[in-house]
């Protein structure tokens, strides 16, 4: 038997991007390297998807994201607040 599954995961982040990699020069490096940046909320958006789907890696263009009780380096701290699943079976 094989049915079609649709699992939705959702998660909610605190993350925090310090200041240093949220400059004019800094967006305009990331730009270089990605995409064209409208707005801040962008470049969290961007954190916070990598986090969904690998959790505490390397993300690029920023680097290392950490969990915040992690005493490891990093460049980006994030804090899952919540999560909610359900799925549909075609």
Do not use: C
């Not at 240093?20 to 940046?37: C, K």
């Not at 801040?40 to 969990?67: C, M, N, R, S, T």
């Amino acid at each position: 038997m094989k049915k079609t599954v649709t699992a939705t995961i959702t998660k909610e982040f605190e993350i925090e991007i310090p200041d240093e990699h949220l400059t004019p020069e800094s967006i305009a490096e990331f730009e270089q390297s990605f995409w064209s940046v409208t707005n801040i909320d962008e470049l969290f958006g961007y954190a916070a998807l990598q986090i969904a789907q690998y959790d505490e890696h390397f993300v690029e263009g920023f680097g290392q994201a950490k969990g915040e009780y992690s005493k490891a380096e990093r460049v980006i701290t994030f804090k899952e607040n919540s999560v909610d699943t359900e799925y549909e079976v075609a």
